[in-house]
């Protein structure tokens, strides 16, 4: 199994950016396809970005697309998650998650995730 651990939440203004990490351990990164979700409050859980084994391919929501880029260093055994031209709306709790099987962006399709990290955007 692969256990997730992320950082690098906290608070920003709209406009600003923060960049989050996800770190692996128990298994090789690189064994497995790797997602970023996000929850607010009262709402459900929904995807935001996803990238392939070796980072080949990049996977974006609509409403994230050109503000947020997914990478990996697989040699770190650590996904990130770089948020640039942050809104108010962004404000969620984020979560990386892994699974070793698909393309998904669906959260029933990872069953590995980390505890979440907090972005609270101030308008």
């Known amino acids: 199994q692969v256990q997730l651990v992320e950082s690098g939440g906290g608070l920003a203004q709209a406009g600003g950016s923060l960049r989050l990490s996800c770190e692996a351990s128990?298994?090789?990164?690189?064994?497995?396809?790797m997602g970023w979700f996000r929850q607010a409050p009262g709402k459900e859980r929904e995807f935001a970005a996803a990238i392939s084994r070796i980072g080949r391919s990049t996977y974006y929501a609509d409403s994230v697309k050109g503000r947020f880029t997914i990478s990996r260093d697989n040699a770190k055994n650590t996904l990130y998650l770089q948020m640039n031209s942050l809104k108010p709306e962004d404000t969620a709790v984020y979560y990386c998650?892994?699974?070793?099987?698909?393309?998904?962006?669906?959260?029933?399709?990872?069953?590995?995730w980390g505890q979440g990290t907090q972005v609270t955007v101030s308008s």
């Open positions: 128990g298994r090789t990164l690189s064994r497995y396809f």
């Open positions: 998650a892994a699974t070793p099987l698909g393309v998904p962006t669906t959260p029933a399709g990872y069953g590995y």
